[in-house]
């Protein structure tokens, strides 16, 4: 399983970018995949997952409200629609996936397959 984000780039506070993950599985029908983050020298930290066959969506206390995972399934790509940007948004974004579900689905140690990560600057 291959995954490539795309997407990233500088916006202003209050601002929004619409990041795109496209993956190269023959089906993701069984799959959960995230969108993880991560700040110069802070942890990779959880954002949102979605459950491919489900749709069932699941987000980060910093999340809801301002970010929205979406899946297409024709063209095998997953979306975070992100909202209302500030500057604490600041990270390289990645995207990740799992072969089957689990109870949480929130930390990376929950999944297997990565996409090189795509830079997200929110200026103040």
């Known amino acids: 399983v291959q995954l490539q984000a795309s997407g990233g780039g500088l916006a202003q506070a209050g601002g929004s970018l619409r990041l795109s993950c496209i993956g190269s599985?023959?089906?993701?029908?069984?799959?959960?995949l995230g969108w993880f983050r991560q700040a110069p020298g802070k942890e990779r930290e959880f954002v949102a997952s979605i459950r491919w066959g489900t749709s069932a969506t699941r987000y980060a206390d910093s999340a809801k409200g301002r970010f929205t995972i979406s899946r297409d399934r024709a063209k095998n790509t997953m979306y975070l629609q992100m909202n209302s940007l500030k500057p604490e948004d600041t990270a390289v974004y990645l995207c990740?996936?799992?072969?089957?579900?689990?109870?949480?689905?929130?930390?990376?140690?929950?999944?297997?397959?990565w996409g090189q990560g795509t830079q997200v600057t929110v200026s103040s």
């Open positions: 990740a996936a799992r072969s089957g579900w689990k109870v949480g689905e929130t930390t990376k140690d929950d999944y297997t397959y």
């Open positions: 599985a023959p089906t993701f029908s069984n799959y959960a």
